[in-house]
């Protein structure tokens, strides 16, 4: 990737792509740095990541996604949905943030974190960052977490219930089994032997080993099996379920069947599959914000890049074996 240098405070690096496709499409160029309208912060990023969502919308693998993002080419053109960084100025209009706040927050509509400077509006879904906590530590909050929280409402997960989360160690795993556990749940997590320690230390009570032994021929049942790597289907996890019981994927399963058993399961009674449409808003990123501050939430984060090694992160990202998040340095620690 060619290096570029600063040369005008009008402009900014980003990471640009005007194409669906591999990580290769992506391309760090020179381009105007926003400027925020009068409800609209201007945020200096000083770290973002590369997550499931950035790849989704960068490769449209899934057609649907072009619905969003533009059917022939991407029409927002900086990916990037989770940041961390500081209020550098601010529209006329604002009241809740003053520059130099410390904020992190989540833009799955226009993205844009990919970049050196993002604008979001103030009653967007960001927030000032936890106290002592890093920039590397507040970028990975919200996207797993924003996920496994709209799964976790929608089942109603409560004390006392067991719940078995299969991809204990993706970004939306990790972030469900702390969740999970602490609302009281008791969870079974399944992960590969590498990690055992790592998901036991989130909270899991039990830990499956994928490599030894298939979660779906277990002699158990559960309140609720949440696949968080969308590997199962309703139809293997049914034995493991209670009478009432619930199945949620992250995926939308062979023939996309998940969205439509969601649609016909809860009509049928006893055991049934959900698939809620994932949604956040401001409230959700503070909430983030409280698990976070109270030592009840950390997100996994497995390893960084800098914004010029995007690609590679890309790469990473998508061969599914990472370990919570990846985190991307936008600005130099060093500085
Ligand atoms: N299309 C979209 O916009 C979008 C957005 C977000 C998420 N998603 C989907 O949601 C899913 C989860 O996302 P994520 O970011 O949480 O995942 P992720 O971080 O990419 O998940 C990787 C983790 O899954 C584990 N894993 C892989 N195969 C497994 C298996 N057979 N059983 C148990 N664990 C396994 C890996 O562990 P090991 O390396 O140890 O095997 C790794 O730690 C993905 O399928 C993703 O495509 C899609």
Redesign the pocket.
């Known amino acids: 990737m060619t290096k570029y240098f600063k040369i005008n405070e009008d402009k900014m690096k980003a990471i640009i792509y005007t194409t669906y496709g591999p990580p290769e499409v992506v391309q760090l160029k020179e381009v105007d740095k926003p400027v925020p309208k009068d409800n609209e912060v201007l945020i200096k990023i000083h770290a973002t990541t590369v997550?499931?969502?950035d790849?989704?919308?960068r490769s449209a693998?899934?057609f649907i996604?072009r619905f969003f993002s533009g059917l022939i080419r991407p029409k927002n053109e900086t990916l990037g949905n989770e940041f961390a960084g500081k209020i550098e100025a601010i529209g006329k209009g604002v009241k809740s943030f003053s520059p130099g706040d410390k904020v992190f927050g989540y833009n799955d509509t226009k993205f844009g974190a990919h970049a050196e400077y993002m604008v979001m509006a103030e009653n967007e879904s960001i927030t000032t960052m936890p106290e002592n906590i890093s920039y590397d530590e507040a970028a990975p909050i919200t996207?797993?977490a924003h996920?496994a929280l709209c799964d976790i409402r929608a089942a109603k997960i409560k004390s006392g219930q067991k719940i078995l989360i299969?991809?204990?160690?993706?970004?939306?795993?990790?972030?469900a089994v702390q969740i999970v556990k602490n609302l009281g749940a008791e969870v079974t997590a399944?992960?590969?032997t590498?990690?055992i320690d790592l998901v036991k230390s989130l909270g899991a009570n039990v830990v499956i080993d994928?490599t030894k032994e298939d979660?779906t021929k277990i002699n158990q049942t559960f309140d609720v099996v949440f696949d968080?790597?969308?590997?199962s289907s309703f139809g293997k996890c049914k034995p493991l379920l209670k009478k009432e019981g619930i199945y949620m994927s992250?995926?939308l399963g062979y023939m996309s069947q998940n969205p439509f058993l969601a649609l016909i399961t809860p009509l049928l009674g006893g055991k049934k599959v959900l698939f809620p449409i994932p949604t956040i808003n401001k409230a959700d990123v503070v909430f983030l914000k409280e698990l976070v501050a109270t030592g009840k939430f950390k997100p996994v984060i497995?390893r960084s890049y800098s914004l010029e090694q995007i690609v590679d992160a890309y790469r990473y990202?998508e061969?599914?074996?990472?370990?919570?998040?990846v985190v991307i340095n936008v600005v130099n620690k060093i500085n």
């Open positions: 997550n499931r969502t790849c989704g919308f693998e899934y996604v996207e797993g996920y299969n991809g204990a160690t993706g970004a939306i795993g990790s972030a399944v992960c590969d590498k990690n994928y979660f968080t790597v969308g590997k992250t995926e497995d990202v061969t599914g074996k990472k370990t919570g998040n």
